[in-house]
């Protein structure tokens, strides 16, 4: 079982991804988890990511070649995160091609843009790691913790203006993939407008064991 996870950013790929690996047993290929730890000694890497930038294609196929031949991943993977371009999605088909890998189903939650800035310009965290949001699960007190009542922080890649540039860049380079993945046939619509637990059940209807 290999599939890919597709979205705009804040439609809850990352929840999902959780709930499908554990369901399922598949391995958690993700790229923002991969580039969250590269970031921490790669300073262009680390300017990229908080600006909203893509990386490069060439940076991240080899980053995903390096891991999809890990021999603990035949036994399935989900890719979160990756591809973002046509032009990786075919170097993708080419490493997959090369080692007579199959992509079983491509999932694509689908949410509107102006949801996915309240989803992710309301985020606040706290550091004892509590999390919440202006507009879904608010603080008692305004921008103070309930558990610790410590100042609540918003990322520099949350804030309204990194997402509308997220969601610009995800609109230019990211949404063809939609089409490509259609054309092929391996595209599965996902309504990320549903709850977490309604989110997860349409996929999991189409993933078979």
């Known amino acids: 079982m290999n599939y890919i ?6 439609a809850g790929k990352g929840t999902q991804a959780k709930n499908i690996v554990d369901k399922f047993g598949l ?3 993700s790229t923002g988890e991969m580039f969250r730890e590269a970031k921490k ?17 060439e940076l991240v196929v080899n980053m995903i070649k390096k891991h999809l031949l890990k021999e603990g991943v035949k036994k399935g993977f989900l890719l979160d995160g990756f591809p973002r371009t046509v ?10 091609k090369s ?50 009542n410590k100042d609540l922080i918003q990322r520099d890649d949350d804030k309204e203006e990194i997402v509308k540039n997220r969601l610009d860049v995800y ?3 990211t949404k063809p ?13 996902i309504d990320g ?17």
Request: hydrophobic share 35%.
């Open 87 to 96: 032009n990786q999605a075919k170097s993708l088909d080419l490493i997959l």
């Open 99 to 148: 080692e007579n890998i199959k992509i079983d189903a491509v999932f694509f939650i689908d949410l509107k843009f102006e949801e996915i800035i309240k989803r992710i310009s309301g985020r606040r965290i706290c550091s004892c790691g509590a999390s919440y949001n202006l507009y879904f699960i608010p603080p008692k007190e305004s921008n103070k913790c309930d558990e610790c």
């Open 171 to 173: 609109e230019s380079q």
């Open 41 to 57: 000694s790669d300073e262009t890497i680390s300017k990229l990511v908080a600006s909203g930038q893509l990386i490069s294609d």
């Open 177 to 189: 993939l939609v089409e490509y993945y259609k054309r092929q046939g391996f595209l599965i619509e």
């Open 193 to 209: 407008s549903k709850s977490e637990s309604e989110v997860f059940k349409q996929i999991s209807e189409n993933i078979k064991p």
């Open 27 to 29: 391995v958690h290929l």
């Open 5 to 10: 996870l597709l979205g705009p950013p804040g």
